[in-house]
């Protein structure tokens, strides 16, 4: 089954903390974005990943293709940055598949 | 660009009326998606298109669901009878292939009563 799980589900930092959500998921992918969706707003694409390592200002994302395994990290967190972080994977099925599977999402609260 | 444009963005019906919601992809992007977000099941693909031609419709939920693409930059997703348990934000997004990211419209808040 294909499946994408992140960790945490709720994640509460004081501003200025170093933040880092997982996701990790079952089979091979061809590629794997990360979304950000403020309360009641609409969804952003932060980065989309094959293999290696991405950076956008404070923003960095990894992904371990081996282990199927990425990570987003936030450097010197803010509470602008409050918002849900949403992993989602194209699963490899041979050919063009651009659908993709979401995991449940990473709550995450910065505290002035 | 103005990006992609969702409307309307908030609908409040009543359970077994039609409903019509209403996508404008990104101009050149040949790949145009429908989801809904719900509490309980976060966001679920429904159908995707390319080239205005459905390659995967295997989310849409049911017999009440049908969407359509009659040109490259209009889209639409119709819900008849429409059911509470409908109620949720449905997302259209679009893709270039071979690019980068996805865009996303700001979505359509359904709430059937």
Same mark, same amino acid.
């Given at each position: 089954?294909?499946?994408?799980?992140?960790?945490?589900?709720?994640?509460?930092?004081?501003?200025?903390?170093?933040?880092?959500?997982?996701?990790?998921?079952?089979?091979?992918?061809?590629?794997?974005?990360?979304?950000?969706?403020?309360?009641?707003?609409?969804?952003?694409?932060?980065?989309?990943?094959?293999?290696?390592?991405?950076?956008?200002?404070?923003?960095?994302?990894?992904?371990?293709?081996?282990?199927?395994?990425?990570?987003?990290?936030?450097?010197?967190?803010?509470?602008?940055?409050?918002?849900?972080?949403?992993?989602?994977?194209?699963?490899?099925?041979?050919?063009?598949?651009?659908?993709?599977?979401?995991?449940?999402?990473?709550?995450?609260?910065?505290?002035? | 660009?103005?990006?992609?444009?969702? %409307?309307?963005?908030?609908?409040?019906?009543?359970?077994?009326?039609?409903?019509? *919601?209403?996508?404008?992809?990104?101009?050149?992007?040949?790949?145009? &998606?429908?989801?809904?977000?719900?509490?309980?099941?976060?966001?679920? *693909?429904?159908?995707?298109?390319?080239?205005?031609?459905?390659?995967?419709?295997?989310?849409?939920?049911?017999?009440?669901?049908?969407?359509?693409?009659?040109?490259?930059? &209009?889209?639409? *997703?119709?819900?008849?009878?429409?059911?509470?348990?409908? %109620?949720?934000?449905?997302?259209?997004?679009?893709?270039?292939?071979?690019?980068?990211?996805?865009?996303?419209?700001?979505?359509?808040?359904?709430?059937?009563?």
């Amino acid at each position: 089954k294909n499946e994408v799980e992140q960790s945490p589900q709720n994640l509460t930092a004081q501003e200025g903390e170093f933040i880092t959500i997982n996701c990790s998921y079952s089979v091979g992918i061809s590629a794997l974005h990360w979304l950000q969706q403020h309360p009641g707003g609409g969804i952003v694409s932060l980065f989309m990943l094959s293999s290696g390592k991405k950076k956008h200002g404070r923003l960095i994302a990894t992904i371990n293709i081996q282990e199927k395994h990425s990570s987003l990290h936030i450097t010197a967190s803010h509470p602008r940055d409050s918002a849900v972080y949403i992993c989602a994977v194209r699963f490899f099925r041979g050919g063009s598949n651009y659908k993709l599977t979401f995991g449940k999402g990473t709550l995450l609260t910065v505290n002035p | 660009d103005a990006g992609v444009i969702q %409307s309307p963005r908030h609908e409040v019906t009543e359970m077994g009326q039609e409903v019509t *919601l209403r996508c404008k992809p990104i101009s050149g992007h040949d790949y145009l &998606f429908w989801y809904r977000q719900t509490m309980m099941r976060g966001l679920e *693909l429904l159908i995707y298109f390319n080239n205005n031609v459905p390659i995967d419709d295997s989310g849409m939920p049911e017999d009440r669901f049908s969407a359509k693409m009659p040109n490259a930059s &209009f889209s639409t *997703l119709k819900i008849q009878p429409s059911e509470p348990r409908d %109620s949720a934000v449905y997302f259209c997004a679009s893709y270039q292939g071979g690019s980068g990211g996805y865009t996303f419209g700001s979505g359509t808040r359904l709430t059937v009563v």
